[in-house]
């Protein structure tokens, strides 16, 4: 049986990227994995860290180089590349794009072209308006045949009520899950506290 290859795009929530990379390297050891990165994170250095360092540390861990531009996503599609592909973390801004059909960077263009082939999306979310502006449309995006979420919850509901935060150490799990057409549970998780 040939091996299924995932794609892993990376949005611009840079204070989740230390947890991400670490769910990227847990889904590289199981798959082989092609990096996605928007635009924006390929271009912004934050007090996170150095995008050129972020994006080097992704080519080292999947072995391929990162798709970084509109064009280098684009054949994603026609050429069925991908098996699954995981967004994380989605931010609030490309949620909205997804929900409205927007394909204006290299994740949107990359889920895009993905989709049309009928395979699974994974999001994990990370947006300070989760209970806010971005509820809408993750409440679209829920509703949309072949678009699974990794279980998520309020990272901080006393400072930021409002925030929501996907459980980035149920990423493979849940791309397992969405493999086999099934929404890992639960998806809302509860207080921890």
Do not use: Q
């Given at each position: 049986?040939?091996?299924?290859?995932?794609?892993?795009?990376?949005?611009g929530?840079?204070?989740?990227?230390?947890?991400?990379?670490?769910?990227?390297?847990?889904?590289?050891?199981h798959y082989p994995v092609i990096p996605i990165v928007s635009e924006r994170s390929a271009a912004t250095d934050s007090r996170f860290g150095n995008a050129h360092d972020f994006m080097r540390e992704m080519q080292r861990i999947c072995d391929c180089r990162v798709v970084d531009s509109?064009?280098?996503?684009?054949?994603?599609?026609?050429?069925?590349?991908?098996?699954?592909?995981?967004?994380?973390?989605?931010?609030?801004?490309?949620?909205?794009?997804?929900?409205?059909?927007?394909?204006?960077?290299?994740?949107?263009?990359?889920?895009?072209a993905h989709l049309r082939n009928g395979r699974p999306l994974i999001i994990a979310v990370s947006t300070n308006d989760g209970l806010?502006?971005?509820?809408k449309n993750i409440g679209a995006?829920?509703?949309?045949?072949n678009v699974y979420f990794v279980p998520f919850g309020q990272?901080?509901?006393?400072?930021?009520?409002?925030?929501?935060?996907?459980?980035?150490?149920?990423?493979l799990p849940a791309l397992e899950a969405a493999l086999r057409g099934e929404q890992l549970q639960p998806l809302l998780l509860g207080n921890k506290n």
């Open positions: 049986m040939e091996a299924l290859t995932i794609g892993f795009a990376f949005c929530s840079f204070c989740t990227y230390s947890r991400a990379m670490e769910a990227l390297e847990e889904v590289a050891a509109i064009v280098k996503a684009e054949p994603i599609g026609p050429k069925k590349l991908l098996d699954a592909l995981v967004i994380c973390p989605c931010t609030g801004n490309t949620l909205a794009k997804l929900a409205a059909g927007m394909t204006d960077s290299s994740v949107t263009m990359a889920a895009k806010a502006a971005s509820a995006l829920l509703d949309k045949k990272d901080d509901p006393e400072k930021k009520p409002t925030s929501l935060v996907a459980d980035f150490s149920r990423v």
